[in-house]
């Protein structure tokens, strides 16, 4: 009986010991840029323009581990509507500065973006007549 209880009270002093703290005080990870993303909607320029594309037309894939940017565009083009990238791959590389996410395409700044669970939005409105592209996963 006083060995039941003694293994008792050391499986049940291992179990309390190891537990883990979840009241975790760091801030949550922002949304990865990471992934495929179907770009919904360009607008802007200097014309102005507003074109929105169904899903699955044109695709990015953001590769972390590769740096790489795999761009599939199925979109005809034959409304001569800016669609961005044509397909292919492209070396890409984000920088963070004054709070502003960065993203540089082929070794060019691209824009900044802002990033959700389910939208990204790159914006190349840096004090000029860019584009603005909207994507959903």
Not at 54 to 66: A, K, R, S, Y
Not at 100 to 113: D, Q, R
Request: glycine letters at 10%; proline letters at 2%.
């Amino acid at each position: 009986m006083k060995t039941t209880f003694l293994i008792l009270l050391l499986v049940s002093s291992g179990l309390v010991m190891s537990c883990d703290n979840d009241d975790d005080n760091s801030s949550p990870q922002e949304p990865s840029i990471s992934g495929t993303w179907n770009l919904r909607n360009i607008s802007g320029g200097i014309a102005g323009a507003n074109a929105d594309f169904e899903d699955g037309v044109i695709l990015w894939n953001f590769d972390p581990d590769t740096s790489i940017l795999k761009v599939t565009n199925n979109h005809s083009n034959e409304e001569t509507v800016y669609d961005g990238f044509e397909t292919g791959n492209y070396d890409y590389s984000i920088t963070k500065t004054d709070g502003e996410n960065h993203l540089l395409i082929g070794g060019s700044e691209y824009g900044t973006y802002t990033v959700s669970s389910d939208e990204l939005v790159i914006d190349q409105n840096l004090g000029a007549d860019g584009y603005v592209f909207s994507f959903q996963r």
